[in-house]
C-alpha cells in the first residue's frame, strides 16, 4: 500500500509521522528549510508562496511554543491563518472531530494543522479527506497523544546538521521521559533514517518503553555512562499530564539522578550541544548553568522550527 503521507508520485501529501517516509524525503525538508532560515536573517517578513491559502490551525491541547511557530510560519508564506478556539467551538457542544472537519473544508480551507490528545487523530483525518476526494486539502500533525510530533523532529535534526553537518558519524542520547514522549519517537525515527549509527536512550526504567529497544537504540540507565563520548544531547520534558500512577519518587529525585548538569554534561564530547524541545522545567531535567551555557541550542531550535515549518508547507502547496 502507498504510503498515506505521499500521494502517487511520490510528493509529500501530508505530514503525519516521520516513520515511513524516505531518507530523501526528510533531507528535502531540510535542504527546503535552509533558505527560510536565511531569510528570517535578513529580515525578510513575508514570502507570497501561500498566498490566497486558508490554514486552520486546530489545537485540541494547549501549546504556546508550537502553534505560534506555525502562525508565523504560515504568515510568513503570506497564507491566511485561521486559529480555532476548541475551548468555544462547536467540538465543545459534542461535534465530532471529522464533522469539524467537513464544516472547515466547506469555509475552503487548504491545510489543517492539528494537535491532539488521541493518537491517531491527524491519519483519521487525511483519510477522510481522501475518502471525500479532498486530495488539494493536506494535514499537518502538530503532535498526537503518545504517538508523534513530526516537525518537532524535523527541526531537531535541523539544528543538529546545522551544528554537526554530518549525521552518519555521530553518537545521540536522548535522555528522559522516554515512556511518555511523542516528541522522542520521531527523534528516533528521524536520527535512524538520516543515518546516525548511535542512538542511545537514557532514563530510569519507570519511563522506559519495554520494548523501545526494537527501534534501534541502546538503552541506558545510568546518566554518566549513557552520556559519554557523545555529540548530541537530546533532553526531554517530564510529561507530568500524561503520567498515571506514581512513576517517580519526586522531582528532585529525578534531577539528581537524570537531569543534566555541568558534571554530566562534562562525559560527552567537549563540543557536544544540548537540546531541549521545551518547554524546559529548569532544576528538574536540565539545570540553568547548562540551559544558559555555551553548549545550549535551545533558542536556536526555536528560530530552525519556524523555518521547517514554512519548508513543510511550502512543500505540501506545492511551492
Not at 268 to 288: C, L, Q, Y
Amino acid at each position: 500500500m502507498r504510503n498515506p503521507q505521499l500521494n502517487s508520485h511520490g510528493e509529500l501529501q501530508h505530514l503525519l509521522t516521520i516513520e515511513g517516509l524516505p531518507r530523501e524525503i526528510l533531507t528535502a525538508i531540510l535542504d527546503t528549510a535552509a533558505p527560510f532560515t536565511e531569510v528570517a536573517e535578513r529580515e525578510v517578513k513575508k514570502l507570497p508562496l501561500l498566498r490566497g491559502k486558508s490554514v486552520f490551525n486546530l489545537f485540541f491541547e494547549n501549546s504556546t511554543r508550537t502553534r505560534t511557530t506555525f502562525e508565523i510560519a504560515a504568515k510568513r508564506l503570506s497564507a491566511d491563518v485561521i486559529n480555532l478556539n476548541i475551548s468555544t467551538s462547536s467540538t465543545a457542544k459534542g461535534e465530532t472531530l471529522l464533522d469539524t472537519v467537513d464544516n472547515l473544508c466547506a469555509m475552503q480551507a487548504d491545510m489543517f494543522v492539528v494537535r491532539h490528545a488521541s493518537s491517531g487523530a491527524p491519519f483519521l483525518m487525511a483519510r477522510h479527506l481522501a475518502a471525500m476526494g479532498l486530495d488539494h486539502i493536506h494535514v499537518i500533525n502538530a503532535g498526537d497523544g503518545r504517538h508523534a510530533h513530526p516537525t518537532q523532529g524535523l527541526l531537531d535534526m535541523y539544528t543538529i546538521r546545522h551544528y554537526k553537518k554530518d549525521f552518519t558519524r555521530l553518537a545521540v542520547a536522548i535522555v528522559g521521559d522516554l515512556l511518555h514522549s511523542r516528541v522522542a519517537r520521531s527523534q528516533i525515527q528521524a536520527l535512524a533514517t538520516l543515518g546516525v549509527p548511535e542512538i542511545r536512550v537514557i532514563g530510569p526504567k519507570t519511563l522506559m518503553p519495554t520494548d523501545i529497544d526494537r527501534m534501534g537504540v541502546r538503552v541506558f540507565h545510568d546518566m554518566r555512562a549513557g552520556l559519554r563520548d557523545v555529540d548530541v544531547v537530546m533532553m526531554l520534558r517530564l510529561q507530568n499530564e500524561r503520567m498515571q500512577g506514581a512513576l517517580l519518587p519526586s522531582p528532585q529525585e529525578f534531577f539528581k539522578y537524570y537531569g543534566l548538569t555541568a558534571e554530566k554534561l562534562a562525559c560527552a564530547r567537549p563540543d557536544a550541544i544540548v537540546m531541549h524541545p521545551g518547554p524546559m522545567n529548569r532544576g528538574v531535567e536540565i539545570d540553568s548553568a547548562v540551559a544558559d551555557g555555551p553548549n545550549a541550542v535551545i533558542l536556536p531550535q526555536v528560530t530552525f522550527g519556524i523555518a521547517v515549518r514554512m519548508a513543510v508547507m511550502s512543500m505540501l502547496a506545492g511551492s
